[in-house]
């Protein structure tokens, strides 16, 4: 795979994920309230803890592509089996995956944005 489509994969990816964080940083109550109505265990934590990992995956995209994709995937899985399990079990509530900035109700559109955004991590891991 070209240099140029692995590094852009990356920086798409990394932009991405510093934008989520951002997001969830700046709205920690919002934060915490999404993460409740999914029936998360231990919301409080969950809500410190997932920016930060978010914002580690995307300084890791940006050193290492192949690391930092590799983490991408795992978290995007994570994500997008909660999202398939919401929506089987029939909730539609925002998702929150962009704090604030995401307060559509949950559907298939965010499973496919998800699927995306795991092929992009898919590159820049493969890279």
């Known amino acids: 795979m070209p240099d140029a489509v692995v590094a852009a994969s990356a920086w798409l990816l990394s932009a991405v994920f510093a934008v989520a964080a951002t997001a969830k940083l700046r709205n920690k109550i919002e934060t915490q309230r999404t993460l409740t ?3 998360l265990p231990n919301p409080s934590l969950l809500a410190r803890v997932l920016p930060a990992t978010e914002v580690a995956t995307a300084i890791l995209l940006v050193v290492d592509a192949r690391v930092g994709g590799q ?3 795992a978290l995007l899985a994570a994500f997008t089996t909660l999202i398939v399990g919401r929506l089987l079990a029939g909730h539609r509530e ?34």
């Open 37 to 39: 109505n999914f029936g």
């Open 71 to 73: 983490c991408a995937v």
């Open 94 to 127: 925002a998702c929150g995956c962009f704090g604030g900035w995401s307060q559509r109700p949950l559907s298939w559109r965010s499973l496919v944005r998800n699927i995306g955004l795991i092929a992009l991590g898919v590159i820049a891991a493969l890279g």
